[in-house]
């Protein structure tokens, strides 16, 4: 939790705690109305406080999210797949002839022989 948030929560647990005893005095008063709007303000702050910790949950997933997606992209996963396929050939003329002929400068190249 960042600094910020903390200093937050610790002001809505201010609040809340000051709106509360504002509502147990308003009941001792005999201030109805005064202690409900007092109680529903406390719940509004509740509802902060929920609302502030669910936002830092999905801020905290989105980071991860994009800390992974960063370290692998669709696009670098393809391109790897074709560096390795890329890798196993030995030369041009092999891969544009579906390995039937080699360049004169494979090392792959070797005499033919008719014992098939």
């Given at each position: 939790?960042?600094?910020?948030?903390?200093?937050?929560h610790?002001?809505?647990g201010?609040?809340?705690?000051?709106?509360?005893?504002?509502?147990?005095q308003?009941?001792?008063n005999?201030?109805l109305?005064?202690?409900?709007?007092f109680?529903?303000?406390?719940?509004?702050?509740?509802?902060?406080?929920i609302?502030?910790?669910?936002?830092?949950d999905?801020?905290r997933?989105?980071?991860?999210?994009a800390?992974?997606d960063?370290?692998?992209?669709?696009?670098d996963?393809?391109?790897?797949?074709a560096a390795?396929?890329?890798?196993?050939?030995c030369?041009t003329?092999?891969a544009?002839?579906?390995?039937?002929?080699h360049?004169?400068?494979c090392?792959h190249?070797?005499?033919?022989?008719?014992?098939?």
């Amino acid at each position: 939790m960042s600094r910020l948030a903390g200093l937050l929560h610790t002001a809505y647990g201010a609040l809340f705690g000051w709106l509360a005893w504002c509502a147990v005095q308003s009941a001792r008063n005999d201030a109805l109305w005064a202690c409900a709007a007092f109680a529903a303000g406390s719940c509004f702050v509740l509802v902060a406080v929920i609302r502030e910790g669910d936002l830092t949950d999905a801020r905290r997933r989105e980071a991860v999210r994009a800390r992974r997606d960063a370290h692998l992209h669709p696009a670098d996963a393809s391109a790897a797949a074709a560096a390795v396929a890329l890798a196993g050939w030995c030369c041009t003329a092999w891969a544009a002839t579906a390995g039937t002929e080699h360049d004169p400068a494979c090392r792959h190249r070797g005499p033919r022989s008719n014992t098939a």
